[in-house]
Structures are given as C-alpha cells and as structure tokens.
C-alpha cells in the first residue's frame, strides 16, 4: 500500500508542476500579446500637423525672400508687387514679373514638395477667385495653411500655401 501511495502522490506532484508550467506558459503568451499591443503600439501622430504648418510658413517665406539672380537681384516678394500692378519688371530679356515667379516657384516647389511627395497648393492673388499665379492641386480633405500679405499700392496681395495631409 505504501508503495502504491508513493506512486499516487508522485502523480498528484506532476499533475500540479505540470498545472503550474500550463499557468506560467498562459502568463507569457499574455505578457507579450500586451508588449505587442501597448509597447510597439505606433505613436499617435501630433506633431504631424504642427510640421505641415510650419513647413508650409517656412516654404513660403524662404520663396518671398529669394532673390532672382537674373533678375535685377530684385525679390520674389518684389516681383509679386510689380505682377500684381504695374507689370513693367521683365526677367531674362522679356519675361514678365508674373511668369518668371510662377516658373521660379514651380521649380522650386518640384524640387523640394514635388521631391518630397506632398502635395500642396501655391497661389499669389489680390482677388481669391482670380489668382495672379497658382500651383499644384486644390487641397481635397484637411490642409494647413500660411497666408503672407504682401502690400501693395491701395490694397493686399496675398501669398498663400496650403500643404495637404
């Protein structure tokens, strides 16, 4: 009997080490099913509109304040001016303010924006529905935009950029 006791308890001994590995092996597949989903979880993205607005206030205020080289040294922000009144600045021999800052800002835009896969909107206007030069694509769902005002005789010019995301 005592034998047979021994055998009974050594079984009873497995049944619980081996309930014991069971509730051990069930912890660890739970530990890293919660490392999988809270710790590798992919951040939330808030800086994502901050960058585009400030991206979109830089772009814009870096391309103002460029100097066309072939262009009488004079500004992009300077030329908008004279595109939008007397329209009597030509580039390179005969082209006018207007179409030297719109090919200027189309390469511009090409090779930073276009480069980069963002898509975005330029436009120079004293009127919203006739803008003087406008680029890219209409933002289509949420946008940030940098509107700068360039003054002109008896009005505002508006130079605006929208970066779409």
Known sequence: MTNLHTKMK????????LGLAIVVVLMLVAAIFVIRFSVFKEPADYRKG?????LASNMIN???????????????TELLQDCAQAQSIRCRGETPACSYVQAAAGSIFEKTLNKWNMR????????????????????????KSRIFPIPISGA???????ICG
Do not use: N, W
């Open 62 to 76: 870096a391309f103002l304040k460029t100097t066309a080289q072939d262009c009488s040294q004079l500004t992009m």
């Open 156 to 162: 505002t010019m508006q130079a605006k950029l929208d």
């Open 120 to 143: 975005y909107e330029f436009k120079a206007y004293v009127d919203m529905d006739r803008p003087l030069i406008r680029l890219g694509e209409a933002c289509r769902a949420e946008k």
């Open 10 to 17: 050594h079984k009873i001994a497995q049944m619980e080490i």
């Open 50 to 54: 901050f960058v585009s607005s400030e």
